[in-house]
T-cell receptor, first 121, second 113 residues
Framework: VQLVESGGGLVQSGGSLTLSCGVS????????VDWVRQAPGEGLEWVGR????????????GASVRGRFTISRDVSRNSVYLQMTSLKTGDTAVYFC????FGIGVTYDSWGQGAPVTVSS | DIVLTQSPDSLTVSLGERATVNCRSS????????????LNWYQQRPGLPPKLLIS???TRESGVPDRFSGSESGTDFTLTISSMEAEDVAVYYC?????????FGQGTRLEIK
């Protein structure tokens, strides 16, 4: 199982950036995939998730990014995306793409190495 | 939102000594489907992503040394390292897996004395 983030970099406040998460070793259609971020020297913050429950395509977001960030996926490419708009300096962080264990509860058993995003003022 | 409060914020332990990290939840984490507490523990070594150590409060993941254990009492959870080793230097996080928004404790930094 491997998750590889790409697309990180430096962006000005108010700008946009899209992160990609390329997955191998499992099918994203079988798991929820989340984004978790970590500001410099700080703890872990849940950003959001994408997956399917029953026949319903589900996306959910944390309060601090809701309305500005969009998570999507491309099953044919086995990739997940995090589109970030109206970026703020407070969004500066390393963004991890993580796999949820299949089943009940939200447990992360595989993490990418992270993509650094810096938002300058 | 479920708030998880870890204590202490940092901990210094001698090699071979026991280390204990606590995590208190603002509400019950009992999952009705299996009657287990939905609380996970992660280890984050410097410069690396977090690694899952323990799930469902006390189930050690495959490959995790048996010096790591998890316990629970109501809404209080504990991660114990029975005998500190140099490779255990890391930040430890608890995480509630009951539902969204997913929340983490603020982290406990463990260092060697």
């Amino acid at each position: 199982v491997q998750l590889v983030e790409s697309g990180g970099g430096l962006v000005q406040s108010g700008g946009s950036l899209t992160l990609s998460c390329g997955v191998s070793g499992f099918r994203i259609g079988d798991h929820y995939v989340d984004w978790v971020r970590q500001a410099p020297g700080e703890g872990l913050e849940w950003v959001g998730r994408v997956g399917v429950t029953g026949k319903n395509y589900i996306t959910e977001y944390g309060a601090s990014v809701r309305g500005r960030f969009t998570i999507s996926r491309d099953v044919s490419r086995n990739s997940v995306y995090l589109q970030m708009t109206s970026l703020k300096t407070g969004d500066t962080a390393v963004y991890f793409c993580v796999r949820e264990v299949f089943g009940i509860g939200v447990t992360y058993d595989s993490w990418g190495q992270g993509a650094p995003v810096t938002v300058s003022s | 939102d479920i708030v998880l409060t870890q204590s202490p914020d940092s901990l210094t332990v001698s090699l071979g000594e026991r280390a204990t990290v606590n995590c208190r939840s603002s509400q019950s984490l009992l999952y009705s489907i299996n009657n287990k507490n939905c609380l996970n523990w992660y280890q984050q070594r410097p410069g690396l992503p977090p690694k899952l150590l323990i799930s469902w409060a006390s189930t050690r993941e495959s490959g995790v040394p048996d010096r790591f254990s998890g316990s629970e009492s109501g809404t209080d959870f504990t991660l114990t390292i029975s005998s500190m080793e140099a490779e255990d230097v890391a930040v430890y996080y608890c995480q509630q897996c009951l539902g969204t928004p997913i929340t983490f404790g603020q982290g406990t930094r463990l260092e060697i004395k």
